[in-house]
């Protein structure tokens, strides 16, 4: 079944209130569907947005703006719930930062189904500026999600840099990963981007990235955002020869498609010129004294 995934670069704003959030995000999925877009990814962070809501003494700290965007949780959920419903599409809403119960702040990656469920991943890999400056900590677990168009799963950012993670993910059953990235340099964006391209070829599956784009320098968590969104394919016949199957203009604000069929990686798996998928257990007997 051919489903057309939608990956944005996506401009941090300063709202000045929720309404001003809701038409803003209301308006980028209503752009997607129109485009036959089923499956809509946001950037991880996406939501630091929120902190303009707060006035300059909450969304110049660094502590304090996690705090405050607690109370909007329910809404920000409650706003991706019903747009799911309402357009009758799969929309990975970026990341949340979000205290839990353990009594620590994760980042927490959302997925919303056109059914009203929802359900979440959580960062597992944390960068140096999240975990020395910003103390949100690493998350726990790996989950994929089944959907009818076949299973997916979500590596936030830097998650997709560490092979091991997707890897169990499509032994689960997922053929397509989501990863909203959120970097602040060139150099940290072609990380994720060769992250999630050495994810695709050696899993022979779809990666879609997405990434935070443009100025934001009254926030003190975002300020500096650099990417291009992009979905990726394994790199063999049937598929791009240079595994890119859509990529966006770097920096600009946009959504970038891209039809797909999940199915194909069976396929690819079985006929490939290469099986990178089916040879990854024998790494382990080449290692062997």
Known sequence: MTVIIASAQYDISFLGTWQAYQDKI??????AKANNAAILVFPEYASME??????????????????ALQSLLPEFIKLYQNLAVKYQCIIQAGSFPEYTSLGAFHNRAYVFFADGQYDYQEKLMMTRFEKEQW???????????????????????????????????????????????????LAGYHRVKIGCQARALENQCYVAQACLVGLAPWSEAVDVNVG????????????????????????????????VDLANCATVRKQGQVFNYADWPAQEKCLEP
């Open 26 to 31: 209301t308006a980028w999925v209503k752009e």
């Open 50 to 67: 929120l902190a303009s809501l707060f006035g300059e003494e909450i969304y110049t700290s660094l502590t304090k703006q996690l705090t």
């Open 135 to 185: 103390l949100i900590e690493a998350g726990h677990g790996l989950k994929v999600f089944p959907t009818e168009y076949g299973t997916l799963a979500i590596n936030i950012c830097y998650d997709s840099e560490f092979p091991l993670l997707a890897r169990r993910q499509v032994e689960a059953g997922a053929n397509l990963i989501l990863v909203p990235s959120c970097t602040d340099t």
């Open 228 to 259: 291009a969104a992009a979905i990726y394919t394994p790199v063999d016949k049937g598929f791009p020869d240079t595994g890119i199957l859509a990529q966006g203009e770097i920096n600009a604000v946009q959504w970038v498609y891209g039809a």
